[in-house]
Nanobody
Framework: QVQLVESGGGLVQPGGSLRLSCAAS????????IGWFRQAPGKEREGVSC????????YYADSVKGRFTISRDNAKNTVYLQMNSLKPEDTAVYYC????????????????????WGQGTQVIVSS
């Protein structure tokens, strides 16, 4: 059974850091492009970052560029999102998602590309 499980969310003060993990089971992540998305209350789900299946290409939303870093550890079948300098506007449920690409050097930050989704982990940035 294909499954993605996010972890690492929580409550953090502005300026703090969190590292989210996305662990896969039932398939090996190294053949998949992985994206991180988030959804705040009353808002649409938006792309935060993605990494190509090769690991050589990453993209970030402008709102997180320079603060967030996506990485993958294929040996652990896990993808991470390191979030630094967190702001209250980063508060959302964060989801990881995967799709098997034709091009290993590309990834996309639109939800329609993705076939598999995790259940999400809540991140709250508040003092």
């Amino acid at each position: 059974q294909v499954q993605l499980v996010e972890s690492g969310g929580g409550l953090v003060q502005p300026g703090g850091s969190l590292r989210l993990s996305c662990a896969a089971s039932g398939f090996t992540l190294d053949s998949y492009a992985i994206g991180w998305f988030r959804q705040a209350p009353g808002k649409e789900r938006e792309g935060v970052s993605c990494v190509s299946s090769s690991g050589g290409t990453t993209y970030y939303a402008d709102s997180v560029k320079g603060r967030f870093t996506i990485s993958r550890d294929n040996a652990k079948n896990t993808v991470y999102l390191q979030m630094n300098s967190l702001k209250p506007e980063d508060t959302a449920v964060y989801y990881c998602a995967a799709y098997e690409p034709n091009a290993r050097l590309l990834c996309f930050m639109t939800t329609t590309w993705y076939d598999y989704w995790g259940q999400g982990t809540q991140v709250i940035v508040s003092s």
